[in-house]
């Protein structure tokens, strides 16, 4: 039987599809269902369904099937979860699915980018059969199915469940809006539903986000509020998310769902504007509410009135009222810079509980990723600029040299192209850990295609910092150095698919840093990226330090 390991994304959603959370689905869409979706968001029987859940594979898997045999989908360790039967196997038009589903091709859309960018040209659909579910060692007591829950609302007779979407730690806005809701329905409870698969990249881990929703229960009436963790992996999709989410807290028993402003919003597009209106969301949710069997309850935003020291919505301001708020991204500055957050904004406990996971930049991790020709001066900075960083004695730094990297790491690779990503890869891989244990990795390796590039820089870049640095040194310089021999050799055509002379190296278009070691010396280049450093607060220098620095970027 041939294995399919799953990625993340397929993880959730095939849990989900196992358990019932995506009913009336019952494995991976068929091309027929998948363009109901995107056209009318139904399936082919009417049912209404805006999310296409799709199984993506590669080309070599996808061509080696055949219609009716049965694989296996494994998690990463290789546990089987489930069969699949192979019902259909084809080449998605996936500009069409941006634009269906997200409105939009622009990738910086996180849905969008993870359609272009992560998934791959197959889709496989079937019918799934439950091996096992995946298995979660965290926070179990708090994972439960829609089964479970429905029993859970029985067995405590609880009548109307108002079901509160979220991805975000929960601030006093967000459970003065729960209370209202609370309030509003006669004989009800609320669940707290927040996603714990895939939400959008940047976000807080969900560690950190279940702890401080732990915290924030007993500011809820005893006994009126429940916590439990959706493995959903989130695209994003503004309405028509907020539409699926509905349906999903539909098929746990919820009789209510909140739907806020901007939900399941993006955030901004390339031009700076917003993806969806702030209200679409609810204006979508509301036209099917009484299709799905569930009431949908809808606010304006939540502002703190000044004067009255109370939250209320926007909508109730009074002339008078000054309206207080903090957005995500000056709480993020406060955190990462240790700054007082307003008592009216959130609780201490949840406050505390961010402080310990937002630690300050020149505490955190960081990749400096060096790339360039062979004999550009790659591997000289990088171990000079280790030498330095070692001098100041604030972090463990680890450098991943391309020729070492390759001896110890991946000996049994070739030049091929998918051979050298395959490479870059692995040391990326190394890289983030070392990021995201907070120590500095330094990698020095050609690294000659874009895509790869990017893909390194999405891996590291949500575990901490991240800074590509082009050794743009000329071809002519690199060959004249020549300090292996390799370019005479490849001249020759002694080496095949050498980098520079017959095989591509795609130039960086947005490097962090660009150096050219035949107009820079070397204790000028280690000068400069320190400097990058400093300013954007990953290293703090003594003001001696940075004052040599400064003189000698300058010559």
Not at 298 to 310: C, D, H, L, N
Not at 333 to 356: K, M, Q
Not at 401 to 422: H, P, Q
Not at 474 to 481: F, I
Request: proline share 5%.
């Amino acid at each position: 039987m041939k294995k399919w390991i799953l990625t993340l994304r397929q993880i959730c959603d095939l849990e989900l599809l196992l358990t019932a959370g995506f009913d009336p689905l019952t494995g991976f869409l068929c091309q027929a269902d998948y363009n109901c979706v995107l056209k009318h968001n139904r399936l082919m029987d009417g049912s209404l369904w805006p999310m296409p859940i799709t199984l993506d594979v590669d080309a070599p898997f996808a061509q080696s099937l055949s219609l009716g045999e049965t694989i296996g989908l494994h998690a990463e360790d290789y546990t089987l979860l489930a069969h699949l039967t192979v019902a259909e196997v084809w080449c998605p038009d996936k500009n069409a699915e941006a634009h269906a589903v997200f409105g939009s091709d622009d990738i910086a859309h996180p849905g969008v980018h993870y359609l272009f960018k992560q998934a791959n040209l197959y889709y496989v659909g079937g019918k799934v059969t439950q091996v096992a579910l995946p298995k979660h060692y965290d926070f179990a007591a708090l994972r439960h199915t829609p089964e479970q829950l429905k029993q859970y609302f029985g067995e405590n007779q609880w009548e109307n469940i108002i079901a509160f979407q979220t991805r975000n730690p929960l601030h006093r806005a967000h459970v003065e809006m729960t209370l209202r809701a609370l309030n509003d329905v006669p004989n009800s409870h609320l669940l707290l539903h927040p996603v714990v698969g895939m939400t959008k990249p940047g976000d807080v881990d969900h560690y950190t986000r279940v702890r401080c929703y732990q915290n924030v229960l007993p500011y809820y009436p005893e006994g009126r509020a429940a916590l439990s963790l959706l493995p959903l992996a989130m695209r994003m999709a503004g309405p028509k998310e907020a539409l699926w989410h509905a349906l999903i807290r539909k098929n746990y028993g919820c009789t209510h769902f909140i739907v806020g402003r901007d939900h399941a919003g993006p955030g901004q597009n390339s031009l700076g504007q917003p993806f969806y209106d702030v209200y679409a969301a609810q204006t979508l949710v509301k036209c099917h509410e009484a299709e799905i069997g569930l009431q949908v309850l809808t606010f304006s935003e939540m502002v703190y009135a000044k004067e009255r020291q109370t939250y209320v919505l926007s909508t109730e301001l009074a002339a008078n009222d000054t309206a207080l708020s903090i957005s995500g991204t000056q709480l993020r500055e406060a955190l990462h810079h240790h700054t007082a957050i307003a008592s009216w904004f959130s609780y201490p406990e949840v406050v505390n509980e961010l402080r310990r996971s937002y630690k300050p930049k020149d505490k955190q991790g960081f990749t400096l990723f060096f790339t360039g020709l062979s004999g550009a001066g790659k591997s000289i900075i990088a171990n000079a600029l280790q030498a330095k960083l070692m001098e100041m004695g604030d972090h463990t730094i680890v450098l991943l040299d391309g020729d070492i990297v390759r001896r110890e790491l991946a000996s049994e690779l070739g030049f091929s192209e998918e051979d050298r990503n395959t490479n870059i890869r692995r040391v990326g891989y190394v890289a983030s850990l070392i990021t995201e244990l907070g120590g500095i990795a330094l990698c020095a390796a050609i690294a000659p295609y874009k895509k790869m590039r990017a893909e390194i820089r999405n891996t590291i870049s949500s575990k901490g910092g991240y800074f590509e640095i082009y050794v743009a040194t000329p071809l002519a310089v690199c060959e004249e150095r020549d300090p292996k021999g390799l370019y005479v050799n490849a001249r020759a055509g002694k080496i095949a698919q050498f980098t520079g002379i017959s095989a591509p190296y795609e130039v960086p278009e947005a490097a962090d840093i660009v150096i050219d070691t035949s107009t820079m010396s070397v204790d000028a280049a280690v000068s400069a990226i320190l400097e990058i450093l400093h300013t954007a607060g990953y290293l703090i220098l003594p003001a001696a330090t940075a004052a040599i620095l400064t003189t000698e970027t300058m010559h």
